[in-house]
Every structure is written in structure tokens, then in C-alpha cells.
């Protein structure tokens, strides 16, 4: 695969990750933005962090999760951002 300018070969964290796949489908950050709402810019900064409700929006867009899984929490953490669920929903589905 070819590289793409200024596309960083191991991105380390969420703002690297989707500046990376915004640079490779050749969009703008306006374009990107409008499909997962205004605080895009913020996200690619690192300036904040998404809540749980905005992960499904960003993993359709990049398509895959752009974090370790080192512990059985950050396992949970992703089943929580994949089934845009919070604490409590997942807790009350293991325990139904």
C-alpha cells in the first residue's frame, strides 16, 4: 500500500486515528465532520474524548477500534462503545 502524505504509519491515539482515515478517503475535514457532527475537530485534536453514544458513529467511519485491549477493562470498554451502551444497561443485560 502506498503511503498518503501526511498519514501517520502507527497512529497512537483517537485524533491520529481519524485524521489518518480522513486523509486517506480524501476528505475534507468539513465533509467528515458533517457525517459525525460538529465536534470532530475536537476529536482529531485529542481535545476531547467521545461518550459512549458517539462511538458507533466513529467506528462505522474508521472500521476498526483504534485501542489496546490490555484488561478485561478496556474489554468491557469496548463492548460498551460497540453496543453504545452505558454502565448500567450493561451490567442489567449480564445480569438478565
Not at 29 to 52: C, F, G, I, N, T
Not at 79 to 92: E, G, P, V, W, Y
Request: aromatic share 6%; glycine share 4%.
Amino acid at each position: 500500500m502506498m503511503s498518503k502524505k501526511g498519514v501517520i504509519r502507527h497512529p497512537a491515539s483517537l485524533g491520529q486515528h481519524l485524521r489518518n482515515r480522513q486523509l486517506i478517503l480524501q476528505l475534507s475535514q468539513k465533509e467528515v465532520a458533517s457525517s459525525l457532527r460538529e465536534v470532530y475537530d475536537r476529536w482529531e485534536r485529542d481535545d476531547r474524548r467521545p461518550v459512549v453514544s458517539e462511538w458507533p458513529g466513529i467506528l462505522a467511519f474508521l472500521g476498526y477500534y483504534p485501542a489496546l485491549e490490555a484488561s478485561p477493562a478496556d474489554r468491557v470498554l469496548k463492548t460498551r462503545r460497540c453496543l453504545k451502551s452505558d454502565q448500567k444497561a450493561l451490567i442489567m443485560s449480564t445480569l438478565a
